[in-house]
């Protein structure tokens, strides 16, 4: 800024000295230099310093007696905005001189009556500055980013060639979020294909991010030609933006709170990532390893061998919605099917495909799940069947009977449930328990239903009904069970006391 005063400083005498086509020529030099629009450098240089510009001073129409009014009626009014504060000005002072509360000097109510929403609201930006009530304005390098980042809508994809990949990030956070750096996973989503990239971070971190993506990249059979992301600070930065910028990759954001323009990838966090890894809390760097170890192998097991159905037509009809598909389809196949995919990058495909084993990925993504699980855990152990996923062969003879052992996903087995040992309601047989089982040791075979009835004729108020029968049956049952086992561990342990016999007493030496 100090150079562009210096310059027009310097040029401005001579473009007002100069006449026709030397002027001309100056102004078209400043011009190129400065980057001003015509019309104001003419202005600029055709104007003196401003040093030597007698300074006028404002009238000033508010004194300060009203702002301070002002300020009182704001906070009578409970720190309305300036609109609203306009149209409730005339009546608010009204009430509190009414009842006392005010006393205006006639020239500074007709002000304040006459004053603008406008300029309401610049007399009280000091106010509202201190009193924490201010517009927050986003600022920074971040902000200024963001900006000159373009918005892409859900609607505004219209059909891209593949290699335009949404972009998300999602938290192994655990169920409930705690402060503390946990795993990340950077998920990147093609719009056209439905291929899917999944890359683990150790913490959420800018330069972590255009690793991901140059990983991304690398792996990948086709060039990468854009990513769309959300408003994260994440993306949003100098690092990205330049990273973007150099690798010829078009950068653009979703609007702010709407995850719709971001559907795509948003259903591959729960298809894909949730599904595979569930929502165990993982930190540090051995929980990364191991989650890209997961992804190695399903990157290659879902976008080789898991069809996904893609939207072909929406019709709306009133409040009903009827959407058409096309037919299910791996990634792989979508990108061998498209037009914009060259020969070269179609046979490396096809090769790559038919080296591949789904029997042998999906062995290495339960195992992969079975020590993020016990990781994820912290040592606790999860109701899981055997263990199978060593041998291959094993493995394979094992997916005929696996669903009879509940939960194959290891991330999603459920921990083992504390022993229940508390009563919810009170029990109706508490004071005559004794009763009952002096009943039961005389009559071992006499049913609840007698012993129910013999209880309602002595204590008609509290078993009149038929309620507690049930609740008596099970009683019974358990005291019979645990008689039975006393009678079994008593003949075993008189049995084992009993003295040896002169037939089996062996002999001593």
Not at 40 to 61: F, M, N, W, Y
Not at 479 to 506: F, H, Y
Request: glycine fraction near 6%.
């Amino acid at each position: 800024m100090a150079t562009r005063k210096e310059l027009k400083n310097a040029v401005g005498a001579r473009y007002r000295e100069a006449a026709g086509q030397k002027r001309t020529n100056i102004l078209d030099e400043f011009v190129a230099v400065t980057g001003y629009h015509r019309k104001h450098a003419i202005r600029v240089l055709g104007s003196t310093d401003e040093s030597e510009r007698p300074k006028q001073r404002r009238h000033r129409l508010y004194d300060e007696a009203v702002r301070q009014a002002l300020i009182m009626l704001w906070e009578a009014a409970d720190r309305l905005c300036g609109k609203r504060l306009k149209a409730l000005l005339p009546m608010l002072i009204e009430a509190m001189e009414r009842h006392g509360h005010l006393a205006l000097d006639p020239i500074v109510r007709s002000k304040l009556l006459q004053v603008s929403a406008a300029t309401m609201d610049r007399m009280l930006s000091e106010a509202k500055a201190q009193s924490g009530t201010g517009r927050r304005r986003r600022s920074g390098v971040g902000a200024a980013i963001r900006r000159s980042i373009p918005v892409r809508t859900f609607a505004d994809w219209r059909n891209p060639p593949p290699g335009f990949f949404e972009v998300d990030m999602v938290e192994h956070c655990g169920s409930m979020k705690t402060g503390g750096d946990f795993v990340h996973t950077l998920v990147l989503t093609d719009i056209a294909t439905g291929w899917t990239e999944c890359i683990a971070m150790p913490v959420r971190n800018q330069s972590l991010v255009i690793e991901a993506f140059a990983i991304a990249a690398e792996e990948l059979a086709f060039p990468m030609l854009g990513v769309d992301t959300d408003n994260d600070s994440a993306f949003m930065n100098q690092t990205v933006f330049d990273y973007c910028k150099d690798n010829r990759l078009e950068q653009t954001r979703s609007r702010a709170y709407r995850k719709n323009d971001q559907a795509w990838v948003e259903q591959k966090n729960g298809a894909i990532v949730r599904r595979l890894v569930g929502y165990g809390r993982l930190s540090g760097l051995t929980a990364t390893q191991e989650l890209t170890q997961l992804y190695s192998a399903s990157r290659l097991y879902i976008n080789f061998f898991q069809p996904s159905f893609k939207l072909k037509a929406k019709r709306r009809d009133g409040a009903r919605v009827s959407k058409t598909y096309h037919p299910p389809a791996t990634p792989c196949e979508r990108l061998l099917a498209s037009p914009d995919i060259n020969d070269a990058v179609k046979t490396k495909l096809r090769r790559q495909f038919d080296a591949l084993d789904p029997v042998a990925l999906l062995r290495d993504i339960r195992s992969a799940q079975q020590r993020l699980t016990e990781l994820s855990s912290g040592g606790a152990q999860v109701h899981a069947p055997q263990d199978r996923t060593g041998d291959l062969s094993t493995f394979l003879a094992s997916l005929a009977s696996a669903w009879k052992e509940g939960e194959v996903r290891p991330t999603h087995r459920q921990k083992p449930a504390a022993d229940r040992w508390w009563r919810t309601r009170s029990d109706p047989f508490e004071h005559a328990w004794p009763v009952i089982e002096g009943w039961l040791a005389k009559e071992p075979t006499v049913t609840a239903k007698e012993l129910m009835t013999r209880l309602a004729e002595m204590v008609p108020d509290a078993y009149a009904g038929t309620a507690q029968l049930r609740t008596l049956q099970r009683r019974i049952k358990a005291w019979r069970a645990e008689k039975a086992k006393d009678l079994i561990l008593g003949r075993i342990r008189s049995t084992s006391r009993q003295p040896a016999t002169a037939d089996n007493e062996s002999p001593r030496p």
